[in-house]
């Protein structure tokens, strides 16, 4: 088992993630992975005469795997992210690879009938130069060394090549709000609860709960944001805050050139406060920043209607 050890320690440029059974162009390279230990309960018993605790082991026990990916992924890893924050998310297969410059599989850890827990998405900022991955949290039923697909012949088959997407390259709309001065929105989760039981054969079995859409926090200039301001008056002060007066919007995700990767549609949002910034010396500039809750999240691929 020294190779589960060593798949702990996968690092970025020869670690792919692979859905379901090979071959099929779901294999997705990945910027990092960490996680997917397996444990076990330490029972402790002591028997009648004895003074010491004699120990045993319970069921196995196996941690969620973290990956992260860039935008331009296989539709299979695409739709899971998208279904799994509806109402009955799919399970899959997969394994994550180690492969070698020539992209032969030179180690794997498969998995069984996983479930997505979470999608987290980085800080968006228009000030910053810095290229940002989602976060998945994989959360499966158990994990075994892939001896299969070491031996299988030939070199894994890419997704699609990866297009660049940095931390600046966003947009944010929602309903007439003035969103095209907003210069920075939080990092946010889309998580999913998961518990996890004795199954049928005394192995475990993940239930899926409900999923929780996070807020958002938008900052924007002050010299923009009267519209901001107008909504939370009336949404928080005057009490206009039922069903009727949220907004929708959306949050875009874009290359380099503008083109939109991905889209978030938000639905059921309402603000909840708006506060100044702290300024500091480095700072002129007035920024505002407005705390705003999301009911639902869809995820579509870029340029859907």
């Known amino acids: 088992m020294a190779e589960l050890a060593r798949l702990e320690t996968f690092r970025q440029s020869n670690v792919a993630l692979r859905l379901d059974a090979p071959p099929n162009d779901a294999v997705t390279f990945l910027h990092g992975s960490s996680g997917g230990s397996i444990w076990a309960d330490v029972i402790s018993q002591i028997s009648a005469g004895e003074d010491f605790a004699r120990k045993q ?81 994989l959360a499966p039923t158990s994990i075994l060394p892939d001896k299969k697909e070491v031996q299988s012949a030939g070199p894994v088959v890419l997704g699609p090549k990866q297009k660049v997407w940095l931390a600046a390259n966003f947009r944010l709309q929602i309903g007439e709000l003035e969103c095209t001065h907003v210069s920075r929105i939080e990092p946010f ?3 999913r609860k998961i518990d996890v039981v004795a199954g049928p054969g005394g192995g475990p079995e993940l239930i899926p709960g409900p999923v929780d859409f996070p807020n958002l926090r938008v900052t924007m200039s002050a010299a923009h944001a009267e519209s901001w301001l107008a909504w939370h008056e009336d949404f928080v002060l005057k009490g206009h805050n039922t069903a009727d007066f949220e907004k929708s919007g959306s949050i875009s995700l874009l290359t380099p050139t503008f083109t939109e990767l991905t889209r978030l549609e938000l639905e059921g949002l309402g603000i909840f406060r708006i506060t100044s910034e702290e300024m500091d010396v480095e700072r002129v500039v007035p920024r505002v920043i407005a705390d705003v809750y999301c009911e639902q999240m869809r995820l579509l691929p870029g340029g859907s209607p």
């Open 57 to 137: 082991l319970g069921a196995p026990h196996y941690d969620p795997f973290t990956v992260q990916v860039g935008l331009t992924i296989p539709p299979l890893l695409f739709d899971w992210i998208a279904e799994s924050w509806k109402s009955h998310p799919p399970r899959h297969d997969g394994a994550l690879l180690l492969c070698n410059p020539n992209l032969s599989v030179q180690e794997a850890r498969g998995f069984q009938s996983a479930l997505l827990a979470e999608t987290g998405f980085p800080a968006l900022d228009a000030s910053s130069k810095e290229i940002v991955y989602v976060t998945l949290r």
């Open 189 to 191: 989760s889309i998580n």
